[in-house]
């Protein structure tokens, strides 16, 4: 059906850069919001940043200043930049898209996620 395959995670010093990409391919008729969450060990998923088909984006305070949330609607993919990373970032990072699917003669609209990446800041 639809699949999001996360890319860009790793290793990093604090202060470093890294940058998550998620492409989005299978039956797609068209790409809504598309964010990034992410899970820290023993805690909840929370969300980091999204952005609409628009453009408009939203940032978690923790994050703000320091990460950009873009997108490519010709690619359907979109991009994570972090900057200036700290270990408190350390997580996985998952894509999350809201997606308008063709079935059965109709258009539906679904929430999708990818696998994660792991990305992880070190002191």
């Known amino acids: 059906q639809v699949q999001l395959v996360e890319s860009g995670g790793g290793l990093v010093e604090a202060g470093g850069s890294l940058r998550l990409s998620c492409a989005a391919s299978g039956s797609i008729f068209r790409i809504d919001s598309m964010a990034w969450f992410r899970q820290a060990p023993g805690k909840q998923r929370d969300s980091v940043a999204n952005?609409?088909?628009?453009?408009?984006?939203a940032y978690a305070d923790s994050v703000k200043g320091r990460f950009t949330i873009s997108r490519d609607n010709a690619k359907d993919t979109v991009y994570l930049q972090m900057n200036s990373l700290k270990p408190e970032d350390t997580a996985v990072y998952y894509c999350?898209?809201?997606?308008?699917?063709?079935?059965?003669?109709?258009?539906?609209?679904?929430?999708?996620w990818g696998k994660g990446t792991l990305v992880t800041v070190s002191s």
């Open positions: 999350n898209c809201d997606i308008r699917i063709r079935a059965f003669g109709a258009i539906y609209s679904k929430s999708f």
């Open positions: 952005i609409t088909n628009g453009g408009s984006t």
